[in-house]
């Protein structure tokens, strides 16, 4: 099992950018899939970005252009470049460590993925 552990929130402006990142430990980027979720209160979670072991990568269609999900092996960290940030953007995101092997329409399901982070609070003003 790992840890994931998220930093990098906080608030920004209408168009501007955040980069959250993900320490997780003991990191094995050759035995999970990493993905970015995020949840607003009253609302279910949802995927945003994620990751393989292979760096394939696959993104919600309401972020895509404007997020990158990356990993750095090295430093044991996952990281979500979110640019051109807008107020629907707000929420808590978090990071989560899923088996190595998902199905493809399975890779933005929260119930793909068991290893969960705390969470980091985004806010978007406009």
């Known amino acids: 099992q790992v840890q994931p552990v998220e930093s990098g929130g906080g608030s920004v402006q209408s168009g501007g950018s955040l980069r959250l990142s993900c320490s997780v430990s003991?990191?094995?980027?050759?035995?999970?899939?990493m993905a970015w979720f995020r949840q607003v209160p009253g609302k279910e979670r949802e995927g945003v970005a994620v990751i393989t072991s292979v760096d394939t990568t696959d993104y919600a269609d309401f972020v895509k252009g404007r997020f990158t999900i990356s990993q750095d092996n090295a430093k044991n960290t996952v990281f979500l470049q979110m640019n051109s940030l807008v107020p629907n953007d707000t929420a808590m995101y978090y990071c989560a460590a899923g088996p190595l092997l998902l199905p493809r329409l399975a890779l933005l399901l929260p119930t793909s993925f068991n290893q969960w982070g705390q969470g980091t609070q985004v806010t978007v003003s406009s």
């Open positions: 003991p990191y094995n980027p050759t035995k999970y899939t």
